[in-house]
């Protein structure tokens, strides 16, 4: 029953998830080519990031919501901080699920989101960071930039889904800015959406995503730690977080 439902609901969804897409194309490039004269080139790349976030709320929080509803709970922070959140990487879904987070951000990615239609325009003019094309050097000079004007990072160290299996390694580069920059770190935990889609499919399953925010990682706390201490702890947090999500 619940494969069937999940079909169904594709049928409903894509279209609409098309249609909405393209009005939204259509909205964002209009009202930035009408309003972009009158502000800084930074302030016009932080207004872009957030009707790009803007628009990953509704895709989450409205047109999946009647099969999948997502519960996100965070411990208190300043979202006009900038800070760096890393998150473990279940689905192809948990690009959108950052759209819980109150913070305008970009997110480090691999090449092939680029690739989408639209969606990689969306992702290339809001200066998401493809991480498979950059030096470590090229890496840190761009993520110490947009940190130090103020915007969020989001990151997925794990570099590749895990699905239903465990969370895999952590790789060092964005623990790397972190302790370049002093920022706080912020562990955000997925749990859920395994298979809302599953790889290698377009079926969203039904499932009660969970989304958890855990307090800020501070630079008193990670200091006196090694690049690889630090991912390795950042880790460690988010595993046990998860495993908890599983008993609720």
């Given at each position: 029953?619940?494969?069937?439902?999940?079909?169904?609901?594709?049928?409903?969804?894509?279209?609409?998830?098309?249609?909405?897409?393209?009005?939204?194309?259509?909205?964002?490039?209009?009202?930035?080519?009408?309003?972009?004269?009158?502000?800084?080139?930074?302030?016009?790349?932080?207004?872009?990031?957030?009707?790009?976030?803007?628009?990953?709320?509704?895709?989450?929080?409205?047109?999946?919501?009647?099969?999948?509803?997502?519960?996100?709970?965070?411990?208190?922070?300043?979202?006009?901080?900038?800070?760096?959140?890393?998150?473990?990487?279940?689905?192809?879904?948990?690009?959108?699920?950052?759209?819980?987070?109150?913070?305008?951000?970009?997110?480090?990615?691999?090449?092939?989101?680029?690739?989408?239609?639209?969606?990689?325009?969306?992702?290339?003019?809001?200066?998401?960071?493809?991480?498979?094309?950059?030096?470590?050097?090229?890496?840190?000079?761009?993520?110490?930039?947009?940190?130090?004007e103020g915007?969020?990072?989001?990151?997925?160290?794990?570099?590749?889904?895990?699905?239903?299996?465990?969370?895999?390694?952590?790789?060092?580069?964005?623990?790397?800015?972190?302790?370049?920059?002093?920022?706080?770190?912020?562990?955000?935990?997925?749990?859920?959406n395994a298979?809302?889609?599953?790889?290698?499919?377009?079926?969203?399953?039904?499932?009660?995503?969970?989304?958890?925010?855990?307090?800020?990682?501070?630079?008193?706390?990670?200091?006196?730690?090694?690049?690889?201490?630090?991912?390795?702890?950042?880790?460690?947090?988010?595993?046990?977080e998860v495993?908890?999500?599983?008993?609720?």
């Open positions: 029953m619940r494969r069937f439902i999940a079909i169904l609901f594709a049928f409903v969804f894509y279209p609409i998830l098309v249609i909405y897409t393209l009005v939204s194309v259509v909205v964002l490039a209009l009202y930035m080519v009408f309003t972009a004269p009158f502000f800084s080139h930074v302030k016009n790349m932080y207004r872009f990031r957030w009707l790009v976030r803007q628009y990953g709320v509704v895709i989450i929080r409205v047109l999946v919501r009647p099969i999948c509803p997502i519960i996100y709970q965070a411990a208190p922070r300043d979202p006009k901080t900038a800070k760096i959140v890393v998150a473990n990487h279940v689905s192809a879904s948990d690009p959108y699920l950052t759209g819980c987070l109150p913070e305008v951000f970009v997110q480090v990615v691999n090449t092939w989101p680029f690739k989408l239609p639209i969606l990689g325009a969306f992702a290339r003019w809001s200066g998401y960071v493809d991480i498979k094309k950059l030096t470590p050097e090229a890496f840190l000079e761009i993520c110490t930039k947009l940190l130090r915007t969020t990072i989001v990151a997925f160290p794990e570099g590749t889904r895990a699905g239903e299996g465990p969370m895999g390694p952590f790789h060092s580069s964005i623990f790397r800015v972190a302790l370049a920059t002093r920022v706080p770190i912020v562990p955000m935990c997925i749990y859920g298979r809302s889609p599953a790889r290698g499919s377009l079926i969203v399953e039904p499932a009660t995503i969970r989304v958890h925010c855990l307090p800020e990682v501070t630079w008193d706390i990670y200091r006196s730690m090694s690049p690889f201490q630090l991912k390795n702890y950042l880790r460690d947090l988010i595993h046990q495993e908890r999500m599983k008993t609720l």
